[in-house]
């Protein structure tokens, strides 16, 4: 499984970013998908997750009416649209295949992860 994300970049606080991330190696629509973030000198966290079918939806609290995640199984890519930025979303944000159909938050819920994209908003 090869998980490819894009879309980081520079951005002011208050704009808008959209991440993605393309799979290849499994059969993508089988699977949920998740994004996560980790700043400088902070753990990894769960930002959002998707299931298979788009039919579940979960979001941080930190996150919840900035952000959206959607998928396209016909592309086997997953999105991250990101609005409103603030500085304190800076991080390397990454992609993660869930083990199984479901939107979890939890990191040993995911087995295969990208190699992650850095977002940095500056104030």
């Known amino acids: 499984v090869r998980l490819q994300a894009s879309g980081g970049g520079l951005v002011q606080a208050g704009g808008s970013l959209r991440l993605s991330c393309a799979m290849s190696?499994?059969?993508?629509?089988?699977?949920?998908m998740g994004w996560f973030r980790q700043a400088p000198g902070k753990e990894r966290e769960f930002v959002a997750a998707?299931?298979?079918?788009?039919?579940?939806?979960d979001y941080a609290d930190s996150v919840k009416g900035r952000f959206t995640i959607s998928r396209d199984n016909a592309k086997n890519t997953v999105y991250l649209q990101m609005n409103s930025l603030k500085p304190e979303d800076t991080a390397i944000y990454y992609c993660?295949?869930?083990?199984?159909?479901?939107?979890?938050?939890?990191?040993?819920?995911?087995?295969?992860w990208g190699q992650g994209t850095l977002v940095t908003v500056s104030s």
């Open positions: 190696g499994r059969a993508f629509s089988n699977y949920a």
């Open positions: 993660a295949k869930a083990r199984d159909r479901l939107a979890l938050p939890a990191t040993h819920e995911y087995d295969y």
């Open positions: 998707i299931s298979w079918n788009g039919g579940r939806i």
